[in-house]
Structure formats: C-alpha cells, structure tokens
T-cell receptor, first 111, second 116 residues
Framework: GNSVTQMEGPVTLSEEAFLTINCTYTATGYPSLFWYVQYPGEGLQLLLK?????DKGSNKGFEATYRKETTSFHLEKGSVQVSDSAVYFCALSGANSKLTFGKGITLSVRP | DAGITQSPRHKVTETGTPVTLRCHQTENHRYMYWYRQDPGHGLRLIHYSYGVKDTDKGEVSDGYSVSRSKTEDFLLTLESATSSQTSVYFC???????????????FGEGSWLTVV
C-alpha cells in the first residue's frame, strides 16, 4: 500500500534560516504529492503540490520537487519567518483522491 | 477558502453514546472525506463518499458509519463512542475526477471530540 515517511521533529530554527523538511514515499502507480500546513487550532491548508515526476511545486517561498528516482518530495524555504511556525504534512494522493499522510512535523521559528 | 462547515466544533460525550458529526459544503463537489488526526499518526482516512448514497471505507473505519443523502452533507456517526475515538475529526472535499490524482483536497476547520 501507499505510505509517506517524514523526518522526525520538532524542528526549531532562527528567523531567516534555511529550512529543509524531508519526505519520502512508497506508492503504486503515479501519485500526486502534496505539502499541507496546519496553523494552531485550524484545519489543513494546501501549501503546494506536484502531479508528475520532476514537477516543482512552489508557494509563499516554499518549494518541493517531485523526484521519482529517489521517491522524495522534500520541502525547502530559503529564509523562514516567525509566521511559518506551524505543523507541516507531506501527503500523496491515490485513487479517488484519497490522501495518505506522513505523521507531520512541527516547525517553530524564533525571532 | 472552500465553503466547508463542520458541526459541532467541540463536543464532550460519554462512553457508549452515539455521536454524529456533520460536514456541510457549498462547493457542490462530488467527493467528501472524513479523516481523524491523532498525535504520531498524522491524518488517517475513516470513510469517503464519491456521490449521493455512494460511500466506501478508509483505513480506520471500524466503529464509524457515514451517510450522504444530499450532495452538500456528509455525516459521520460513532455508533457507540469509545475513549479511543477521542480525536480531531476533519472533513475534506474535492471536485475530483476519479482518474486524476492531482485534484486539490480542501479541509474544514475540524471537530474536537472527547469521549469520557
């Protein structure tokens, strides 16, 4: 079956630091890959997505590239802000758009 | 923001009682989903619907049932609540073409359920 593995957290960074959150997946067929973000007390918001190999998703300074050869979709941002503090989920979409999520990682950015 | 409303947003109930959570959408999307979120597990799919009266099980469906009598409403029922069902429940919707995995899935604000 499908599965998503995210790096262990939590992660604490200083403002303007570089961010990488690792995500690898196992899937049959040709899934689409997603990063969702969850702010405290809220639902999940789509951050970015990629629907085929070598696609790069980007939004709000975040980027992730769909790497089929390494089955990865790592999230990066060049300079994080305090407002980026949240929980980040990597996910893949299979049949009927059912999502399989990683466990999530909490990011805290200190001023 | 996608038009998704979940109710109730917070509920405390006793073990053994039935509980129904409601998801209402104003987007006329075909697909609707119920997920639960637990620490260390991320989100896991409980049930989903691909049309009125068309539903199917997800990864963690035991102890839950669903119904969809109208496009806009998707109900999740805990038939006899247990403490292991204490969780945050999220409804999601997608306009979805079944053969395309890249459809965006939109999430509601969540329903916090505590079973005591």
């Amino acid at each position: 079956g499908n599965s998503v593995t995210q790096m262990e957290g939590p992660v604490t960074l200083s403002e303007e630091a570089f961010l990488t959150i690792n995500c690898t997946y196992t899937a049959t067929g040709y899934p689409s890959l997603f990063w969702y973000v969850q702010y405290p007390g809220e639902g999940l918001q789509l951050l970015l997505k990629a629907t085929k190999a070598d696609d790069k998703g980007s939004n709000k300074g975040f980027e992730a590239t769909y790497r089929k050869e390494t089955t990865s979709f790592h999230l990066e941002k060049g300079s994080v802000q305090v407002s980026d503090s949240a929980v980040y989920f990597c996910a893949l979409s299979g049949a009927n758009s059912k999502l399989t999520f990683g466990k999530g990682i909490t990011l805290s950015v200190r001023p | 923001d996608a038009g998704i409303t979940q109710s109730p947003r917070h509920k405390v109930t006793e073990t053994g009682t039935p509980v129904t959570l409601r998801c209402h959408q104003t987007e006329n999307h075909r697909y609707m989903y119920w997920y639960r979120q637990d620490p260390g597990h991320g989100l896991r799919l409980i049930h989903y619907s691909y049309g009125v009266k068309d539903t199917d099980k997800g990864e963690v469906s035991d102890g839950y049932s669903v119904s969809r009598s109208k496009t806009e409403d998707f109900l999740l029922t805990l038939e006899s609540a247990t403490s292991s069902q204490t969780s945050v429940y999220f409804c999601a919707i997608s306009e979805s073409q079944a053969s395309y995995s890249g459809n965006t899935i939109y999430f509601g604000e969540g329903s916090w359920l505590t079973v005591v």
